[in-house]
């Protein structure tokens, strides 16, 4: 077959241009260093590489993930081992101040750098990392002006709502104060049952008892996530007046309190009560009406509920004139004091009842009236609704805002998450690092005590204390008649609540027995006999109640209390507590030491995933420089010989066919 010059011109130019192209695709691919510059240069491989490079993005995303997360552990991580060392000095400057020569002075110097180490322990417990708090669980910002941290100094920790105070009633007036119905009061969207036979130990109004309501609102507290509490009902009335009792005249939830059988009828009564005649009387039924007497300097005697029964009064004329424990009119009367009730949750309270007037749910819990009564701006009277969100103080205490149910996590893989961090709640507030760093402080301060233990052994308990056969002794002291005073702060209130218990100490009737007993029965405080015979007082709950003393009658001296034994101790139980808190402190240092562990381990893993797939992408897209300069030299060859072979075709001429 003859082939035409169009022919061979077509062929020569078609095969210089693939050279050409060639050699342009080579150049690009030792420039650039890719073998790919389009889809069309290799489209199969394109897409390998393009899969290769989204696995490479969700590597990087995981490993900023770990990155942040060992930011969070390594920060949480330096502010426990910080309060590790806050816990070791404050352990220090306590076993160097429970040392007997140390003057008050001192201690005071101790108590303001314990106060210091408090303060750097709450902003500790705040640290950010990238402006996220470590240990706000899941709300790491998003804070606000009135909780502008997960930590907050001087604040109740949750929510807590007092009932105000009711008035009081007669017997025979209508039941006010109770919830008669199902639904009289709703908590957080959860109906309250009726208090209707709740409280079989108050002789009147027993449904309205403080003690009727928190059993009904604790029965539901499961659901509602609020729990109740009383505040004792008390009574305060005025100078005794001189005179003479008889049976019948004063009755206690029903008692008779000179009933001719433990008390005797009649009884003649001092003025302003001074040798105690009618304080000890009333006490000597506490067992049985549930109320102690306590009567103060000027002569004015007070009643206070041991629980939260009512206190009901009943005095003929004679023993209202005696007695001013109703009214100061000598009007015989029949009235009943009611307790308070105290609501509390870690979340804001929602209350509902019927709107008003009366409110009935409100009113039971001393709650009605808007915005005056209860302290809550938005609180608006008659509406039938309540909602508890302001934060009430509490001086000393520190507040959790944060989230206490979750704890940070971040993503490391489609469907898997690894922990970094806990929450507040479970990281910090549990160690007891603040109570701990508070308690020394107080200790060393010398106030809100908790607990004492008398260094004394009791040998005969039931002995009167002027016997002499109690076993109770002290160089140059001896029991004598007086008063024991004790002064309970309920500091669950704003500004803390305080009262004043004063029980009168006969030594020829008391034995260290009764006045343990009477102890016992001050609200808020407990007292006990070990197996030795050594006494305790403490609080009944130390988060609530703390207290203090005086003692006219020498039973807490003799008992081997003393107010330097009371200090003593409490600095010696802030040792402990110290000593519980670095295990605490140490046992959450290796859990997240643990969790660096594991943030480890996944980031190596993913350093070598990345080489990995880098390794693989480098195979689909880089250029094997070698073997692409060795090609390139070839196809410059190629040209250069189908140059020359082009040219030597285009001398042909008709001359070279004939």
Known sequence: MRLTMQSIHNDILKNLNKITTDMARLNSQISSGKQMSKISDDPVNLVTALGIRTNLTQITSYQSNLNFGNSMITASESALNSMKEMAIRGKELAIQMANGTMTQENRDSA??????????????????????????????????????????????????VNGNSLAPLLAADPVAYS????????????????????????????????????????????????????????????????????????????????????????????????????TNAINAHSATTGVIASRDSSGTLSLTAVDGRNIQITTTANGETISKLNNLTGTASDSVYFGAVQLKSDLPITLQTDPGPPEQGLVALGLSGGSAATNEANDVAGDGLLLITTIQQQKGNVRYAGDRDNNIAVKVGATSSLEVTKNGMDAIMSTGVFSALKGLENALLGEKYTTVTGAAEVINKT??????????????????????????????????????????????????????????????????????GHLTVASSDPDRYTFNYTDSSNFMTMNGITQDALQSQAIQKSIGELGTLLDNLSNQVSDFGARANRIEVQSSLYMNLELAAQENLSGKEDTDLLKAIMELNGKKTAYEAALSAAAQTMKLSLVNYI
């Open 179 to 278: 919830l008669p119905n199902p639904g009289d009061l709703s908590i957080n969207g959860v109906a309250i049952g009726a208090t209707t036979g709740l409280d079989p130990l108050s002789t009147a109004h027993a449904d309205a008892s403080a003690a009727a309501k928190m059993a009904a609102i604790n029965a539901k507290s499961t659901e509602t996530g609020v729990t109740a509490d009383f505040t004792a009902a008390s009574k305060t009335g005025g100078i005794v007046a001189p005179g003479t009792m008889n049976s019948g005249d004063l009755l206690i939830n029903g008692q008779n309190i000179f009933d001719g059988v433990i008390n005797p009828d009649p009884s003649a009564i001092l003025a302003q009560d001074s040798d105690n005649a009618l």
């Open 463 to 532: 002995a009167t204390l002027g016997s002499g056969t109690t076993g109770l002794a002290q160089a140059g002291l001896a029991f004598v008649d007086g008063t024991l005073a004790f002064t309970v702060t309920d500091q669950s209130f704003y500004p803390p609540r305080t009262k004043t218990i004063n029980l009168a100490v006969d030594i020829s009737q008391d034995t260290p027995e009764t006045i343990a007993s009477r102890i016992n029965e001050i609200p808020g405080m407990n007292a006990s006999w070990s197996t030795d």
């Open 111 to 160: 108590a303001m750098e314990v106060s210091h180490l408090w303060e750097e322990a709450i902003f500790l417990a705040n640290s950010q990392v990238a402006g996220k708090y470590v240990f706000g669980g899941y709300r790491t910002a998003g804070y606000s002006e009135a909780e502008p941290a997960p930590f907050i100094a001087d604040m109740v920790d949750g929510y807590i």
